[in-house]
């Protein structure tokens, strides 16, 4: 099993930047692909980046595509998404999950990520 804390939420303004941040404590960081997701009021959780056990490979949703980084510091058990050039329609609760997983494949359905986070909340203005 593994814990899961995010950081690094806020306020920002409409072409700012944030750096979320995801804790792992528990199991082996490294036997899990990684996942952020987000969730605004009155839509449903959607994925918005992807990393897997290595981070020889990763997965963007279209609409953060260039924008958005996801990385991972295995050794730090820690994984991360750079957000730039953010737009009010960025704002939402971000999740990060885990799925127990040592393959290149990123998974892109909730139902494939056993472990998740209590959530931050981004808020853009405009």
């Known amino acids: 099993q593994v814990q899961l804390v995010e950081s690094g939420g806020g306020l920002v303004q409409a072409g700012g930047s944030l750096r979320l941040s995801c804790a792992a404590s528990g199991r082996t960081f490294s036997d899990y692909a990684m996942a952020w997701f987000r969730q605004a009021p009155g839509k449903e959780r959607e994925l918005v980046a992807g990393?897997?056990?290595?981070?020889?490979?990763?997965y963007y949703a279209d609409s953060v595509k260039g924008r958005f980084t996801v990385s991972r510091i295995n050794p730090k058990n820690t994984v991360y998404l750079q957000m730039n050039s953010l737009k009010p329609e960025d704002t939402a609760v971000y999740y990060c999950?885990?799925?127990?997983?040592?393959?290149?494949?990123?998974?892109?359905?909730?139902?494939?990520?056993?472990?998740w986070g209590q959530g931050t909340q981004v808020s853009v203005s405009s």
């Open positions: 990393i897997n056990w290595n981070g020889n490979n990763t």
């Open positions: 999950a885990a799925e127990l997983i040592r393959l290149r494949v990123v998974h892109t359905t909730e139902r494939q990520y056993e472990y």
